[in-house]
C-alpha cells in the first residue's frame, strides 16, 4: 500500500506544480498570454499527471481487494516485482493517453478569439476553440480515449470493491470488518473525490461544456484533491493520529501556560 502511496503523492505533487503556478499568475493580474507551444506543454502535463492517477487508483482497489480477499496469501500475490510493473504500467497508461490526445489536439487549428476562459490550459476548453475540417472525427477519437482511461479504470475499482463487500459479508467477526473497512475507507474517499470531478469534466460533449462549472471543477481535483490526499490517507494511521494528538495536546498545554 505505502509503495503504491508513494506514487500516488508524486503525481499529486506534480499536478499542483502545473497547475497552481498558472493559476496564482492570472489571480494576481492580467491575463496570462501563452504561446500555443506553451499551452500545449502544460495541457500535456496535467493530462498525463492525471491520467497517471485514474490507472493508479485503480491499482490500488485491486491491491486493497488482495489484501482483503487473500490476506494469508496477500505477501505472495503482492510481490515488490508485480507492484512495480504494475506502476510502471500506470505511468505508461498515463503518459500515452496524454500524448496521443495531445498530439491530436495540437494537429487541429485554433479559431480566433485566441482566447481560454480558464486558468489553465485544459482540454474541454481548448476543444471549443478547435475548428476546420474533420472535427468532428478529431473530438470523437479523443473522446473514446477518455472513455477509456476513465471507465475502464473504474470497472476494475467497482470490481475491486465488490469482492470486498461480498468477503466482509461473509465474515463473521465485527473486528475483521471494521479492519476491512479502515483498509478500504480512505482509499475509496479519494476515488470517489477524483473520479466524480474528472467523469463530469470529460466524459460531457464539448458543445454542452459549461465554462463556469468547469473551472470550478478543474480547481477541485488539480488544487482540492491533491491537498485533501494526504490527510485522507495519513489521519487513519494509529501512528499518525497519536502524533496529531499529542501535537495539539502540547499546543493547548502552551497556550494554558501562557
Known sequence: ?????CHLALVDAGFTTSVVPPLLANLRGPALRLQRHGCMAQLCASLALGSVECVLLAVMALDRATAVCRPLRYT???SPRLCRALAGASWLGGLTNSAAQTALLAARPLCAPLRVDHFICELPALLKLACGG???ATEGQMFAARVLILLVPSAVILASYGAVARAVW???????????????GSHLTAVCLFYGSAIYTYLQPTHS??????????????VGTPALNPLIY???NKEVKGAARR????????????
Do not use: I
Not at 170 to 184: N, Q
Not at 209 to 222: H, I, R
Not at 247 to 258: D, H, K, P, T, W
Open 134 to 136: 474533420h472535427r468532428n
Open 76 to 78: 505472495g500475490l503482492a
Open 247 to 258: 501535537l495539539l495536546g502540547s499546543l493547548g498545554r502552551g497556550q494554558a501556560g501562557q
Open 1 to 5: 500500500m505505502y509503495y503504491f502511496l
Open 170 to 184: 461473509g465474515m463473521r467477526s465485527s473486528g475483521g470488518r471494521r479492519k476491512a473497512v479502515g483498509t478500504c
Open 234 to 236: 495519513t489521519l487513519r
Open 209 to 222: 461544456y459549461n465554462q463556469g462549472q468547469g473551472k470550478f471543477v478543474s480547481l477541485f481535483y488539480t
